[in-house]
């Protein structure tokens, strides 16, 4: 099975960085993927993460630590848009399922 | 940029009847997914379809609920006699090659079920 733990809520101001944390376990590992969703909407893909590190996508990045069960996702320079909800999911091995963590809500204010 | 579709945005019904929610694939992808969120609550995963058939369902994905795949293009979830409990955002996804690859959201269906 599956275990998916992120916070719930945090509050930062326009321009600054903000680090979302993902803890996982689960019965062998395919990677991890985090997603944002706007409230009311569809979750959209951010980034996927399957080997140890940092992969940066322009104000976004990712870091996976898989012997930890561990990934945050940074969010840089952030901007009144980026007020979300950020989850991280992870597919299950050798079963065609995605698992979500509740997501963790980022309100960006003024 | 293709995108998946979803019908109708928004679904009221009344307990114990059946509900279609339809959705639209992007056209090249071959793994079609449901997933249902209920409000306040995270997105959960419901049932994997490739090559015409099943592939994965979750315990929530009972006899109740179906799925379909009735022409090229649509991919279909059915639930048979609704619940109080069935309210919820119910989201298709699709993927070119699998799980560990990009997911594809459409819009969502809001169902209410009263």
């Known amino acids: 099975g599956q275990n998916i733990d992120q916070p719930t809520e945090m509050t930062a101001t326009e321009g600054a960085i903000v680090q979302i944390n993902c803890t996982y376990q689960t019965s062998g590992f395919n990677g991890l993927f985090w997603y944002q969703q706007h409230a009311g909407e569809a979750p959209t893909f951010l980034s996927y993460?399957?080997?140890?590190g940092l992969e940066e996508k322009g104000r976004f990045s990712s870091f996976l630590s898989r012997s930890k069960g561990y990934s945050y996702l940074l969010l840089k320079e952030l901007q009144m848009k980026d007020s979300a909800s950020y989850l991280c999911?992870?597919?299950?091995?050798?079963?065609?399922?995605?698992?979500f963590g509740k997501g963790n809500q980022v309100v960006v204010i003024p | 940029e293709p995108e998946v579709t979803q019908t109708p945005s928004h679904q009221v019904t009344q307990m114990g009847q059946e509900v279609i929610l339809r959705c639209v694939p992007i056209?090249?992808?071959?793994?079609f997914y449901w997933y249902r969120q209920i409000l306040g609550q995270k997105v959960e995963f419901l049932v994997s379809f490739y090559n015409n058939e099943i592939s994965e369902k979750s315990e929530i994905f009972d006899d109740q609920f179906s799925v379909e795949r009735p022409d090229g293009s649509n991919f279909t979830l059915k639930i048979r006699s609704t619940k109080l409990e069935d309210s919820a955002m119910y989201f298709c996804?699709?993927?070119?090659?699998?799980?560990?690859?990009?997911?594809?959201f459409g819009p969502g269906t809001r169902l209410t079920v009263t």
């Open positions: 993460n399957v080997l140890d």
């Open positions: 999911a992870v597919p299950s091995y050798g079963n065609n399922r995605l698992a």
């Open positions: 996804a699709s993927s070119d090659l699998g799980v560990s690859y990009e997911q594809y």
């Open positions: 056209s090249n992808h071959l793994y």
